[in-house]
């Protein structure tokens, strides 16, 4: 197997695992027919499921792992289990055998994990999760969503660097435009690390694509392509916007079962309503990726269906066919020039 194209996959992490992880590994494997899957699990439970399968079969190597890291699990509980499915994946990547691991498991646990086998990439001093969302002028990219509550301007800066280019991989965007999130977009607002940090982004390689600061109200509007925030408020941030969307599908729900006519006015919009539902589907949104790790990891939602870790893998490959450590590791070198020729900015005060 090649490592360019080799992915590895925890088959027993998630709410429907393992039979959903293989669904989505055979959607998977006719998208993208050069691909191949590295597989963790149980063998005795994984090996009839894949024989089934018309593709998968063909483009994957089952590994055997005899322990399980549960949804309950503590990350510290989680790291002593030495020969569970989540933990020889994220080995196979550190030992060169995978270029990238894909897991619906313990999240938690994953992201420990990584962070501790793995490690950061040479410049990045913490990694960021990163995913897309929906918004008035197509898909999102924010980062942090949850794993540095402590930060500094610096690893903000690292972030957008990281955001830009996860959006022109995944997006597809050429020159992605970045916003910090904050609670006013006058230059003055925030606090120090934040001013400080928009200072260094636009005296840096990718200022002109700098939009300065955003409110949470730009995230839906898509006033930016990224929006660049700490993990405490960007968790935050994506946990609203989850619950405000699952609100507007109940109320619409409720909205055309409230009577005969209603009911009438359903089948007049169901076209419309159909690519709304579309537009809206959180599986089109699943899979976050840990962002400046030795390694692609690819984080899909726990209750996702066969479909929606398919689309994790999507996101996992194009990271991985991309080689997006190196265009980091390049992005990173760039700005660190550019900083350093410049002269100091001082960030504006409040």
Do not use: W
């Not at 992880?21 to 959607?27: K, R, S, V, W």
């Not at 933990?87 to 646990?109: K, P, Q, W, Y």
């Not at 969503?145 to 996860?166: C, K, S, T």
């Not at 409720?254 to 919009?269: D, M, T, W």
């Amino acid at each position: 197997m090649s490592r360019s194209n080799l992915l590895a996959v925890d088959a027993m992490g998630g709410d429907h695992a393992p039979e959903a992880i293989i669904d989505g590994l055979e959607i998977a494997a006719e998208r993208h027919k050069l691909a191949q899957f590295l597989i963790f699990g149980d063998e005795a439970k994984l090996a009839p499921l894949i024989a089934a399968t018309k593709r998968l079969k063909k483009q994957c190597k089952l590994c055997h792992a005899g322990d399980v890291v549960t949804g309950d699990m503590k990350p510290t509980v989680a790291l002593r289990l030495r020969d569970s499915s989540m933990r020889r994946a994220i080995d196979s990547v550190l030992a060169g055998e995978a270029a990238g691991v894909i897991s619906a498991g313990n999240t938690g646990a994953l992201l420990a994990l990584s962070k501790i086998v793995l490690k950061t990439l040479k410049g990045i001093d913490r990694p960021a999760m990163a995913a897309t969302a929906p918004s008035a002028k197509g898909d999102v990219v924010m980062l942090d969503l949850g794993l540095n509550v402590v930060y500094d301007a610096r690893n903000l800066v690292e972030f957008a660097l990281m955001g830009e280019i996860f959006a022109r991989i995944v997006l597809g965007l050429p020159a992605p435009t970045l916003g910090l999130l904050n609670i006013g977009s006058e230059e003055g607002k925030g606090d120090e690390t934040l001013r400080s940090a928009a200072a260094t982004l636009r005296e840096s390689p990718i200022g002109k694509q700098f939009y300065g600061f955003v409110e949470g109200h730009d995230i839906a509007a898509g006033t930016v392509d990224v929006v660049v925030t700490d993990g405490f408020t960007g968790n935050v941030a994506l946990k609203t916007g989850e619950g405000a969307l699952k609100l507007v599908g109940d109320l619409l729900r409720r909205v055309f079962s409230a009577g005969p006519l209603a009911k009438v006015g359903y089948v007049l919009a169901r076209g419309a309503l159909k690519r709304l539902k579309e537009t809206l589907d959180p599986r089109r949104y699943n899979g976050a990726v840990l962002l400046g790790l030795n390694g692609v990891v690819v984080k899909s939602h726990g209750g996702t269906d066969a479909l929606g870790f398919a689309h994790a893998v999507d996101v996992a490959m194009d990271m991985i066919t991309n080689d997006f450590n190196s265009r980091i590791a390049e992005g990173l070198a760039a700005m660190d020039r550019a900083l350093l020729s410049a002269e100091p900015v001082a960030a504006p005060n409040a």
